[in-house]
């Protein structure tokens, strides 16, 4: 069965720091796909990343990059330099390629940044 | 695109009342998804439908819950008759298909007094 576990329910770190949420996933398939949500304050979910199980290239886009492992079934975010405004609900998920678009989500990690 | 709709945005109502969301998916996507958020769950996948038919119900809580896809373009998430434990935010999520990203709706912010 597949499962998307994010241990850390909450962080909080100080503008300007660097800050990793971490993301570990189980699955069967050998072909699936990662992706990465946030939920700010608003409330409103938004699409950050996915990536297949057949590119482990990290991935960078401005202050947020991904790190993805197979080795260890992991698939994590790191905020570089973080801002107030990446204070939000982080979500991890895992959909495998069955022919449809069924998610599973994580749990979720509230990050705070404090000013 | 106006991206995935939802209406209403907030909806408050009494114990044993029906309540009704609907939801508009984002012009050419074939999967629609209907979850429900709250503190204690989490982010739950309720049901989801793919080219209007249902393909998972397992998530629906109980038989107060139905939902219907009429056509590509709209769907309604049913509660009859409304429990206070039913209060949380339901979003609607739409994909193009091939375990592609799903774009959320605002949700729908329900209260059942």
């Known amino acids: 069965a597949q499962k998307v576990t994010q241990a850390q329910t909450e962080i909080s770190v100080v503008e300007k720091e660097d800050v990793t949420l971490d993301c570990v996933y189980e699955t069967r398939d050998t072909t699936y796909y990662l992706f990465w949500y946030k939920q700010p304050p608003s409330g409103e979910l938004v699409f950050l990343i996915r990536?297949?199980?057949?590119?482990?290239q990290n991935e960078i886009s401005g202050r947020y990059s991904w790190n993805f492992q197979k080795s260890t079934s992991s698939f994590n975010f790191t905020i570089t330099a973080s801002q107030v405004v990446d204070s939000a609900v982080y979500f991890c998920a895992l959909s495998e390629a069955k022919g449809d678009d069924k998610i599973i989500f994580g749990k979720g990690t509230r990050l705070h940044i404090l000013p | 695109d106006a991206g995935v709709i939802q209406s209403p945005r907030h909806e408050v109502t009494e114990m044993g009342q029906e309540v009704t969301l609907r939801c508009k998916p984002i012009?050419?996507?074939?999967?629609l998804f209907w979850y429900r958020q709250t503190m204690m769950r989490g982010l739950e996948l309720l049901i989801y439908?793919?080219?209007?038919?249902?393909?998972?119900d397992s998530g629906m809580p109980e038989d107060r819950f139905s939902a219907k896809m009429p056509n590509a373009s709209f769907s309604t998430l049913k509660i009859q008759p409304s429990e206070p434990r039913d209060s949380a935010v339901y979003f609607c999520?739409?994909?193009?298909?091939?375990?592609?990203?799903?774009?959320f709706g605002p949700g729908t912010r329900l209260t059942v007094l």
């Open positions: 999520a739409s994909s193009s298909g091939l375990a592609g990203e799903q774009f």
């Open positions: 012009s050419g996507h074939n999967s």
């Open positions: 990536r297949n199980s057949f590119d482990e």
């Open positions: 439908f793919n080219n209007n038919v249902p393909i998972d």
